[in-house]
């Protein structure tokens, strides 16, 4: 019996997660909504503040009410909805160091009484990654930290506190992107981990947003030869039927990471890449990170219906995928209804992410502070990778100069670093300012050359502080607009 083609092409683009162009929805946006999409993704590109994306989701909604509006914002280095300006809570990174899960939730649930006023009802957050690997490239403050206990217990924390807000949870990127040094962006990384290894560190914080509740899982592009030796963990059922569903007992939406990725894109195809993630067990498609037209979605659209006509992709694994979405469409709905979504838009910072910024401060030497005089601040700047973006302000200096006026601040980023990256600051104070110093061989040439020049130098590392190094070195477990002032104030004596 032939399958009405229609139908097809309404179950497929159920089953998508498209981005778009712009602050408001292009007509081919609210015209896939009347035809059966279910969801879409904001990203950066889409905000502009508070007030502009509320009339974005209103305008989603008044072309279908149950419309899922999903947003990468993990509240930390990785910020979209605060990308203008950086994030005025701490990231996971930090909420590790404090180790207070209750401050944890409590973060979360305040992100996403946030979230929800701006009618945003699903968030790819929280990194579940174990940060085992040090040098790795993409996660790294991402992750609440390299212990599998910790990093558990507050990933449910963050499922809690986050869905609490009103706004469901995703928990990425399984089975465990911590262990790698490449970044899935750019081409595919293996994690050589036996099973037993996987078990105890990789899949300890899934396990955990299971048990918590998560409405969704993301899956990460990774090849995991203990579980499947041919696929990446996107497209094996191994995986995504065997080891979540049948295994950890997830019964919510898999949600795939942006199928545009060449760590899957170049080997199998942007459509044949869906297709084949479907298949698996996937539920959503994400794009739009890099692909965000109408034509990207189209190709994908056509590609699944295509596939199930000729025998590739059965009807009823799509049928249950679009059930699946439809299900957290209703959930989603159903918290909107109950009163979770707070009035008004919210505030420009969060006093409880400040508080656990303050918090997550560490310390090693302290006898060149408080700073009483205009500072000198030197801030290294190294390569960003795309989840985090380019358009996110960081640093100490732009805070620091709130509170000292006069402060100087120079950026440096390889190869442009003087021979004496401290020259100007006559007789200031000087701050060297550094992320993940441990991995970028020229910051630690750079640094040491500043020490030399400027041994009581503070350092400041908003990154991993795998390195700790100078008479007084400042860790803030991240990169965030809180963590920025909340460094200023210690700093100046104004804590």
């Known amino acids: 019996m032939s399958v009405p083609r229609g139908h097809l092409t309404a179950l497929a683009a159920a089953v998508l997660q ?53 947003i990468d914002e993990e509240a930390g280095d990785v910020t979209r909805i605060e990308s203008r300006r950086g994030s005025s809570r701490p990231g996971n990174f930090a909420l590790g160091a404090v180790d207070d899960p209750d401050l944890t939730e409590e973060v979360a649930r305040d992100l996403g009484a946030d979230l929800a006023s701006l009618g945003i009802t699903l968030d790819y957050a929280p990194d579940a990654d174990v940060n085992s690997n040090p040098a790795n490239p993409v996660i790294g403050v991402r992750s609440f930290g390299a212990d599998p206990a910790l990093v558990a217990r507050h990933t449910a924390a963050w499922v809690r506190g986050l869905q609490a807000g009103g706004v469901a949870a995703c928990a990425k990127h399984f089975p465990g992107h911590g262990d790698t040094r490449v970044d899935s962006h750019h081409d595919l990384p293996v994690i050589t981990a036996d099973r037993d290894r996987l078990d105890a560190t990789e899949l300890a914080p899934f396990r955990a947003a299971v048990a918590a509740g998560v409405q969704a899982v993301m899956t990460g592009h ?37 199928v545009e990725m060449r760590a899957v894109a170049d ?36 590609a699944i219906a295509a596939a199930v006509v000729a025998g590739e992709l059965p009807e009823e694994r799509l ?30 910072a969060s006093p409880v992410g400040m508080a656990a910024a303050r918090r997550a401060l560490r310390v090693t030497g302290a006898a060149a ?51 004496d990256p401290t020259a100007g600051a006559d007789g200031r104070p000087v701050v060297l300012v550094v992320r993940d110093l441990h991995r970028h061989d020229w910051m630690r040439a750079a640094v040491t050359r500043a ?34 002032r909340a460094v200023a104030e210690l700093l100046t004596g104004a804590r």
């Open 267 to 302: 080997r199998y195809g942007f459509a044949g890449a869906a297709v084949r993630a479907l298949a698996a067990g996937a539920d959503a498609i994400c794009i739009g990170g890099e692909r965000a037209d109408e034509g990207a979605a189209r190709e994908l659209r056509d």
């Open 451 to 484: 020490l030399a020049a400027r041994p009581d130098a503070v350092v400041v590392e908003l990154g991993v502080p795998e390195l700790v190094t100078g008479a007084v070195h400042v860790a803030t477990h991240g990169a965030t607009r809180a963590a920025g």
């Open 18 to 70: 498209p981005g778009f162009v712009g602050t408001t929805p292009p007509p081919w946006v609210c015209r896939w909504l009347g035809e059966g999409l279910g969801s879409v993704v904001l990203f950066a590109r889409n905000v502009v503040d508070d007030a502009q994306v509320a009339a974005l989701t209103a305008t989603l909604r008044a072309e279908r009410p149950d419309v899922i509006v999903a």
């Open 222 to 258: 990774l090849l995991v030869p203990a579980l499947d030796p041919e696929l990446p963990a996107t497209l094996s059922p191994r995986i995504l039927g065997g080891l979540l569903r049948d295994e950890l007992g997830f019964s919510g939406v898999v949600v795939t990471d942006a």
């Open 369 to 419: 502070l408080p700073l009483t005089r205009p500072a000198y601040v030197v801030e290294f700047e190294p390569p960003r990778n795309i989840a985090i973006g380019a358009e996110t302000p960081w640093g100490v200096g732009a805070p620091l100069s709130e509170l000292l006026p006069g402060t100087m601040s120079r950026r440096y980023a390889a190869p442009d670093v003087p021979a």
């Open 319 to 348: 049928a249950e995928a679009a059930k699946r979405v439809g299900q957290l469409a209703e959930w989603t709905a159903a918290a909107r209804e109950a009163g979770a979504v707070r009035d008004g838009l919210p505030a420009d």
